[in-house]
């Protein structure tokens, strides 16, 4: 057998792996797995509406901070 | 009558009493209560009536109107304790009360994202704790918690200490640290199976060469990545002049990687990835275990302190003010209301009443007190309005005391040294010294340095930490998996070792020996005893005695027992409850209340070690119940089987003298110690361990914990308060008292199992060791005799897990 047929298999099924397991660690980095319940269960609320209020919720965060910004607020301490 | 759902909680009721509601089209809606319905109305009207066919079959707890004032949670002080800010934000944790599904999830978060400032909403599922961020000046926190009940939910906020914030970043970091660890040694495995199977049948040098750099390149993640709390171990051992298992493991790992580079590049020896890769990921295996369990001092503390009212009643002349705690002074004038903490140390002006004093002595039964009598902070008033005289502040009453204490004593909690790490020192050390001899004396034989090189690794990878390395964890790990097994939590793998040097059990009695909770133990009935009404009687105090004879009725007369609502329901304080039904006045309680009652007595009815509970129905005796706390199923045959294992047996207890007496007597035990105060407890113990006992705790409530962090090892029964299981190190679930004696044989006998699994590496290392350093070690050799007394390791260790149980009965 050729050297790097062994090579190249070995390398390929490797990184396939690896790229599996660097997905599970960002998953896990991110939190997606924290809670197992509502993860599992995710599946079933899991809609457009969902992303939108997502959405929005996010625009709602930046359109406070912007105002804030406006109005010079400072943080108490 | 047919029986129906309510469509809000979807309980089951009868129809009859089910509010009927027509304002949505032609078919009626039912409802169980006002509360139902008003949520149901709320969330058709918002559009979110979809919840109803996300929550399935579940049921809800009916929303309840009685809530405190939610003003609170915008006083300052509440602000400060909980809030926390940042960018202009604020950031509060909530536990939200009565999340069943995850629909219940879903509507929550829906709604609250809903509302104007809110800017992030995260409901954990898992442990119903909500993050909430929003904007102070467009909502405030009680309109944000009045949103949470207005749907029939309840929240309160919590601490989220920094500390267990920490210990789930760190449990994090392990996980994915074991991940790393267990991909890479699986995918070094099936390479180094070919690299076995070519050393027989013959490999050309290039295939190998790529085998090598495979194995080196998940090698190296496994050592630096994983490894790398080894290297952290023995750096600090290092420092600190001692030398522990971290250094064996480090030095022995880190040697071998570097020899097996050595080997990679110069073609002419056999690597070793596959072992760095083995040792480093087995062992991590055992400290993951380890960190899964961590204790989480600060919570204790939190769960403590968080059960402390913050702010107290202050009686000024006429007038009567919150204040906040810490600005209480002796001699001021508070007021405790029925279902209120009592703040600092006080003595009675007015009024009498019984008090739950469970927090500080662990007794179910509620003690009288009266005018004139001192109460401590930490009793809950259970049902009357008392006033009392400060004489103590907050900092320095009974309560605050005994939290101060604990977080102290939580600090210097004992520990016995363990076996394994000691002997370990001392081996890392001997090999590490021999291996130095070995290269020198080589280096001056022969004169090579590469052969002196060579043979000196291999003694190190001969000696390599695999045998005594996995000699503790994998005996624990599988005594923790059969522990599991029997409903038995080990927080922490060195438990099992410690409880096994343990020569004196200490037992708390009441929740521990006995069930926390009266039972009926004899009933007598008399003409014209109606068990509905007594239900619906007791079914309105949450007094445990009627908790007791409301469970015993819903025991025995189950199918007699009618919905029926009584009216001008009052609870006489301290003595009983009284109701009117139809005209007829209901009367349960105490023989005070009887007698003051006028209700007339045929016969004579005294019970020395029973608590009676009278039923009396227009001032005619009807029923007599007599309630004992229960002993656990089991208490008194594993007190015996553990009596046999050696242990000596000690009951601590608040209670009085005849009824500690009296339970000892039941179970068997000689000696105990009755009337003590948590600090009382935590004192005996000290004195035990001048003496030199090691000691196990067996305890369940706050009363306890003081004595639980004192002792080496600290069990908690599962039902037990939170604190008590946050602070122990063993956790047992369930009611079974047998579990107790499983959870000492397996600790014994993994103790038995570590010691014969050191004996055989010990042995195992004095015959190779020496071969090695003469150099007559092939390097197959020494990989194949190192992966062997791993397994007769392992082996011996999987014994473990065929314990027989405890005959019952």
């Given at each position: 057998m050729d050297v790097w047929v062994v090579a190249m298999m070995l390398g390929v099924s490797i990184l396939l792996g690896a790229l599996g397991l660097v997905g599970l660690l960002w998953g896990l980095k991110n939190g997606q797995f924290d809670d197992r319940?509502?993860?599992?269960?995710?599946?079933?609320?899991?809609?457009?509406?969902?992303?939108?209020?997502?959405?929005?919720?996010?625009?709602?965060?930046d359109k406070i901070l912007e105002e804030k910004r406006k109005t010079g607020y400072r943080p108490p301490d | 009558m047919s029986k129906r759902c309510c469509d809000h909680c979807h309980l089951e009721y009868d129809e009859s009493i089910l509010l009927k509601d027509l304002s949505f089209g032609q078919s009626p809606k039912y409802f169980c209560c006002k509360g139902c319905q008003g949520v149901y109305h709320l969330l058709k009207s918002e559009g979110l009536d979809s919840f109803y066919a996300k929550m399935g079959d579940?049921?809800?707890?009916?929303?309840?109107?009685?809530?405190?004032?939610?003003?609170?949670?915008?006083?300052?002080?509440?602000?400060?304790?909980?809030?926390?800010k940042c960018d202009g934000l604020s950031e509060i944790y909530l536990v939200i009360e009565g999340i069943h599904c995850s629909a219940c999830v879903w509507l929550n978060e829906k709604v609250?994202?809903?509302?104007?400032?809110?800017?992030?909403?995260?409901?954990?599922?898992?442990?119903?704790?909500?993050?909430?961020?929003?904007?102070?000046?467009?909502?405030?926190?009680?309109?944000?918690?009045?949103?949470?009940?207005?749907?029939?939910?309840?929240?309160?906020?919590?601490?989220?200490?920094?500390?267990?914030?920490?210990?789930?970043?760190?449990?994090?970091?392990?996980?994915?640290?074991?991940?790393?660890?267990?991909?890479?040694?699986?995918?070094?495995m099936w390479i180094a199976i070919a690299q076995y199977e070519g050393y027989f049948s013959g490999m050309r040098q290039d295939i190998k060469n790529i085998l090598n750099f495979a194995e080196f390149v998940l090698a190296t993640p496994v050592l630096f990545y994983t490894?790398?709390?080894?290297?952290?171990?023995?750096?600090?051992?290092?420092?600190?002049?001692?030398?522990?298992m971290d250094v064996l493991v480090a030095s022995g790992a880190s040697l071998a990687y570097a020899f097996s580079v050595y080997a990679m590049l110069s073609k002419n020896a056999e690597v070793y990835f596959d072992s760095v890769a083995m040792i480093v990921t087995f062992v991590f295996a055992g400290k993951y275990l380890e960190v899964l369990g961590r204790k989480k001092a600060v919570d204790v503390m939190d769960s403590f302190s968080s059960t402390m009212p913050l702010e107290a009643t202050l009686v000024k002349g006429y007038e009567k003010v919150l204040v906040p705690v810490e600005s209480l002074h002796v001699d001021d004038i508070l007021e405790v209301k029925a279902g209120e903490q009592v703040v600092v140390d006080g003595e009675i002006i007015s009024a009498e009443g019984f008090f739950d004093t469970s927090k500080l002595s662990g007794e179910s039964k509620p003690i009288y007190k009266s005018v004139g009598d001192k109460i401590l902070s930490g009793y809950i008033s259970l049902d009357s309005v008392l006033r009392y005289k400060a004489l103590s502040d907050f900092s320095s009453s009974t309560f605050s005391k005994i939290v101060s204490l604990l977080s102290t004593s939580m600090d210097k909690k004992p520990f016995i040294e363990k076996m394994a790490n000691t002997i370990s020192g001392y081996f890392s050390l001997v090999v590490l010294g021999l291996a130095l001899l070995t290269f020198i004396g080589w280096f001056i034989g022969f004169g090579s340095f590469e052969k002196a090189l060579i043979v000196a690794i291999s003694v190190i990878v001969i000696a390599c930490p695999c045998a005594l390395g996995l000699a503790t964890p994998v005996a624990t790990v599988v005594g923790i998996g059969s522990a599991v097994k029997q409903g038995i939590l080990f927080k922490e793998a060195s438990f099992l070792e410690t409880m096994a040097k343990c020569d004196t059990l200490i037992l708390d009695k009441t929740g521990t020996i006995t069930q926390g909770k009266p039972t009926v133990l004899f009933s007598q009935y008399f003409d014209g005893f109606e068990p509905s009404l007594l239900y619906a009687l007791v079914a309105n105090s949450t007094h445990p005695i009627s908790k007791g004879v409301a469970l015993y009725m819903r025991e025995n007369f189950n199918n007699e027992i009618k919905n029926i609502s009584l009216e001008s329901v009052k609870s006489i304080d301290s003595r009983g409850v009284e109701a009117r039904y139809k005209g007829a006045r209901l009367l349960g309680g105490n023989l005070k209340l009887?007698?003051?009652?006028?209700?007339?007595?045929?016969?004579?009815?005294v019970?020395?070690?029973?608590?009676?509970?009278?039923?009396?129905?227009?001032?005619?005796?009807?029923?007599?119940?007599?309630?004992?706390?229960?002993?656990?199923?089991?208490?008194?045959?594993?007190?015996?089987?553990?009596?046999?294992?050696?242990?000596?047996?000690?009951?601590?207890?608040?209670?009085?003298?005849?009824?500690?007496?009296?339970?000892?007597?039941?179970?068997?035990?000689?000696?105990?110690?009755?009337?003590?105060l948590p600090s009382d407890k935590a004192e005996y113990i000290d004195k035990l361990r001048d003496d030199g006992k090691k000691i196990v705790m067996v305890g369940d409530g706050i009363n306890d914990v003081l004595a639980l962090s004192k002792s080496e090892v600290a069990i908690a029964m599962g039902s037990g308060?939170?604190?008590?299981?946050?602070?122990?190190?063993?956790?047992?679930?369930?009611?079974?008292?047998?579990?107790?004696?499983?959870?000492f044989f397996i600790s014994k006998k993994v103790y038995r199992i570590i010691r014969e699994n050191i004996a055989f590496s010990v042995v195992y290392n004095t015959i190779m060791i020496p071969l090695a350093m003469f150099g007559f070690i092939m390097p197959l050799f020494a990989a194949l005799s190192m992966s062997l007394s791993s397994l007769v390791v392992v082996v011996n260790s999987m014994r473990i897990g065929s314990i027989r149980k405890i005959k019952k009965g």
């Open positions: 319940e509502k993860f599992l269960n995710g599946t079933s609320f899991d809609s457009e509406e969902a992303l939108n209020d997502a959405i929005s919720m996010e625009k709602k965060k | 579940t049921t809800l707890e009916p929303p309840t109107d009685a809530r405190e004032d939610s003003g609170t949670f915008d006083l300052d002080g509440f602000i400060s304790k909980y809030v926390k609250l994202s809903k509302k104007e400032g809110i800017v992030e909403v995260v409901i954990n599922h898992t442990n119903s704790k909500a993050k909430v961020v929003w904007d102070m000046q467009t909502i405030k926190l009680s309109q944000i918690i009045e949103t949470i009940r207005s749907i029939g939910y309840n929240a309160y906020p919590y601490d989220p200490s920094i500390q267990e914030d920490r210990a789930n970043a760190v449990r994090k970091e392990y996980y994915a640290k074991l991940l790393v660890g267990v991909f890479a040694t699986m995918n070094i490894g790398s709390v080894y290297f952290k171990g023995a750096y600090f051992a290092l420092k600190n002049r001692f030398v522990s009887m007698q003051s009652s006028g209700v007339v007595f045929e016969e004579e009815v019970s020395e070690d029973m608590t009676l509970f009278f039923f009396a129905i227009n001032a005619k005796l009807v029923a007599v119940f007599g309630l004992q706390d229960s002993l656990r199923d089991g208490a008194k045959e594993t007190i015996e089987a553990l009596k046999k294992m050696g242990l000596d047996i000690v009951m601590l207890t608040g209670d009085i003298l005849h009824v500690a007496q009296d339970i000892a007597q039941k179970v068997g035990i000689k000696r105990f110690e009755y009337s003590l308060t939170d604190v008590a299981v946050n602070v122990s190190d063993v956790v047992i679930g369930g009611d079974s008292f047998f579990a107790l004696y499983e959870a």
